[in-house]
């Protein structure tokens, strides 16, 4: 379950007493690196050990671009893609999984979401995703 995802993330990435690993650890999981080959390098994306290091706005460098920032690792096999992480902006875990081979659904979704929680929050960015289809505040 997406949930069960989300919740990993939290416990290894999010506030220091509820994490599952050592500082020493995950600070070796954090080394990350440019990657230099293939969609890594296209997308801009840092790899570490297990952990990527990503900018999930597809408009980077704009207002609200920290909002866009998450450490994660991305997720594809033959019928879904999956996008997941810890926003350090809004100390927050998530994960978003989509029965599509496409991964470009996934990041979109995780980049509308991203701009729902900036508006419930009072915050209008623009990531370069668009509007989500509903804010609930």
């Known amino acids: 379950r997406a949930q069960d995802v989300a919740r990993c993330f939290w416990d290894l990435l999010g506030p220091s007493d509820s994490r599952i690993l050592s500082e020493e650890s995950l600070a070796f999981m954090r080394r990350y690196q440019p ?3 293939g969609w890594g390098k296209l ?3 840092h790899y570490g050990a297990g952990l990527m290091a990503v900018q999930g706005a597809l408009k980077p460098g704009g207002p609200g671009a920290d909002w866009g920032f998450y450490e994660g690792h991305g997720g594809a096999t033959y019928g879904f893609t999956s996008s997941q992480g810890f926003i350090p902006k809004v100390q927050a875990a ?3 999984v ?3 081979d496409n991964t470009t659904y996934s990041g979109l979704a995780a980049c509308r979401m991203m701009v729902a929680v900036a508006a419930a929050r009072g915050e ?3 990531l370069g995703c668009g509007a989500p289809a509903v804010v609930l505040v």
């Open 124 to 126: 209008q960015i623009d």
């Open 43 to 45: 997308a801009n994306v």
């Open 98 to 100: 989509s029965n599509t």
């Open 35 to 37: 990657m230099t080959v």
């Open 94 to 96: 998530y994960s978003v």
